[in-house]
């Protein structure tokens, strides 16, 4: 997995799914001030990292579960990765919407699913976790066992870590920040200088640069 984690994290960067800029940093829709930007919709755009990041999931999925029954992406970002994933693994696939549709069935959850039925859930990123979570929620609440989780990358909050832990949810990511910028460093992506500065985020991204 750390070969993966590696190899994940250097595409993410080469593609520039994964923006690092120290000296001038994002600001989140959360306002938070960030000097990393992640848009995981882009490995769509290149076959050869999306195909690595479909196999890698498969290969994750029959390894710590084996019994999954269904792939279930959360909308948006996940929508098309979990159908790689279920293709891959010629499972059944379903995905979760942020809210419930306003019109026709009110669906919250697309495709079918049945009660009793075990889905690991694809998600593209997680940060603090809210809003992957609520769709663990709906599947439960469908009466599915969610076996677990697995994401391209996670910044690795605290935060993230006890939300899902408080949901007895398990939560595995293909790559994460800490290897992503080792990675960085070591491919020149990032001078020595701003690692200090990446690192320093990441402990309390909410005060970072107040």
Same mark, same amino acid.
């Given at each position: 997995?750390?070969?993966?984690?590696?190899?994940?994290?250097?595409?993410?960067?080469?593609?520039?799914?994964?923006?690092?800029?120290?000296?001038?940093?994002?600001?989140?829709?959360?306002?938070?001030?960030?000097?990393?930007?992640?848009?995981?919709?882009?490995?769509?755009? +290149?076959?050869?990292?999306?195909? +690595?990041?479909?196999?890698?999931?498969?290969?994750?999925?029959?390894?710590? +579960?084996?019994?999954?029954?269904?792939?279930?992406?959360?909308?948006?970002?996940?929508?098309?990765?979990?159908?790689?994933?279920?293709?891959?693994?010629?499972?059944?696939?379903?995905?979760?919407?942020?809210?419930?549709?306003?019109?026709?069935?009110? !669906?919250?959850? #697309?495709?079918?699913?049945?009660?009793?039925?075990?889905?690991?859930?694809?998600?593209?990123?997680? /940060?603090?976790?809210? /809003?992957?979570?609520?769709?663990?929620?709906?599947?439960?609440?469908?009466?599915?066992?969610?076996?677990?989780?697995?994401?391209?990358?996670?910044?690795?909050?605290?935060?993230?870590?006890?939300?899902?832990?408080?949901?007895?949810?398990?939560?595995?990511?293909?790559?994460? +920040?800490?290897?992503?910028?080792?990675?960085?460093?070591?491919?020149?992506?990032?001078?020595?200088?701003?690692?200090?500065?990446?690192? #320093?985020?990441?402990?309390?991204?909410? !005060?970072?640069?107040?």
């Amino acid at each position: 997995m750390q070969d993966t984690a590696k190899q994940v994290a250097e595409y993410l960067l080469q593609i520039k799914a994964i923006k690092l800029e120290p000296t001038n940093p994002f600001t989140w829709a959360s306002g938070w001030k960030s000097p990393i930007y992640c848009d995981n919709r882009k490995t769509l755009s +290149y076959p050869e990292v999306r195909t +690595y990041i479909k196999k890698a999931f498969a290969e994750a999925v029959l390894t710590k +579960y084996p019994d999954v029954e269904v792939i279930a992406g959360v909308a948006t970002g996940a929508i098309a990765l979990g159908a790689l994933v279920a293709e891959e693994m010629n499972l059944p696939m379903v995905y979760i919407r942020s809210s419930a549709k306003a019109h026709g069935m009110t !669906n919250l959850i #697309e495709g079918e699913i049945k009660a009793g039925q075990k889905v690991v859930v694809i998600e593209d990123l997680i /940060s603090t976790g809210g /809003s992957s979570l609520k769709a663990v929620e709906a599947l439960r609440e469908a009466n599915c066992e969610v076996l677990g989780m697995l994401a391209i990358f996670t910044y690795g909050f605290q935060t993230a870590a006890d939300n899902f832990a408080n949901a007895n949810c398990k939560l595995d990511t293909l790559s994460n +920040y800490n290897v992503m910028i080792d990675r960085a460093q070591e491919i020149g992506y990032v001078k020595a200088e701003d690692v200090d500065q990446l690192k #320093e985020w990441r402990k309390d991204p909410a !005060n970072w640069r107040k």
